[in-house]
């Protein structure tokens, strides 16, 4: 198993269709690089959020941003479920995007998640940014879409704890989804630290479609 390391990584944009997304799907792996990797640069994007939504968003990324150098936060109000048919409007707003922002890593949705709107982001996040490293996240669901990752980020218990809590905390207006508890955040993580031999027990997958050394 080869071990990627980031000595030259600065700037990290992410990417989430909805306001706990990036939260559920990269938390850890981006609280360990911001904590392996002083001087981040971190551009933050909700593509969907209502106002009560859009606030938790903001507190919830608060944790993210008090260990990055710099830091940049972007909420948008396109119509959750909705994203294939407001295609155009998405795409001009991705476009802009990547004028303005040159990442060296970006974290987004999955293709193969089977949410219409995750699936447009990374579509669209691969039309857009053609020259830097990509890795997708995954997010458990009811369609039961997760896959193979085939790049792990081990984390330790503090970091998995803070992850939890920061969302449990963050989020109160999803605390009644049967889905959204401690069990189903943790589970997910010891099942890929299973997988890559965590010496923690527990990890984060990401899926890298394309990586030029």
């Given amino acids: 198993m080869t071990n990627l390391r980031f000595s030259q990584l600065r700037k990290i944009l992410c990417l989430g269709a909805h306001a706990d997304d990036i939260e559920i799907g990269c938390g850890g792996t981006l609280l360990r690089l911001l904590a392996d990797y002083p001087g981040l640069h971190i551009y933050w994007v909700v593509l ?3 106002t009560e939504r859009a606030e938790e968003a903001r507190r919830s990324a608060q944790l993210y941003f008090q260990n990055a150098a710099e830091h940049q936060f972007e909420i948008k109000t396109f119509r959750d479920s909705f994203f294939p048919y407001n295609g155009g409007e998405i795409k001009d707003f991705f476009h802009s995007l990547g004028r303005q922002f040159s ?26 940014f053609r020259n830097q490293l990509i890795l997708e996240y995954e997010i458990p669901k009811y369609d039961g879409d997760l896959g193979r990752p085939n ?37 997910l993580m010891r099942i890929r630290g299973v997988e890559c031999n965590s010496p923690s027990g527990l990890a984060e997958g990401l899926y890298c479609r394309k990586g030029v050394i």
Avoid at 103 to 124: A, I
Avoid at 163 to 185: H, M
């Fill in 48 to 50: 969907s959020a209502n």
């Fill in 151 to 187: 790049v792990f980020v081990t984390i330790d218990e503090p970091t998995c704890q803070r992850k939890i809590d920061g969302l449990l905390q963050g989020f109160p207006s999803q605390r009644e989804k049967p889905w959204f508890t401690r069990d189903t955040f943790l589970s």
């Fill in 103 to 128: 990442p060296d890593l970006v974290l987004t949705h999955r293709r193969d998640d089977l949410h219409q709107d995750h699936r447009l982001v990374s579509d669209l996040t691969w039309n857009t």
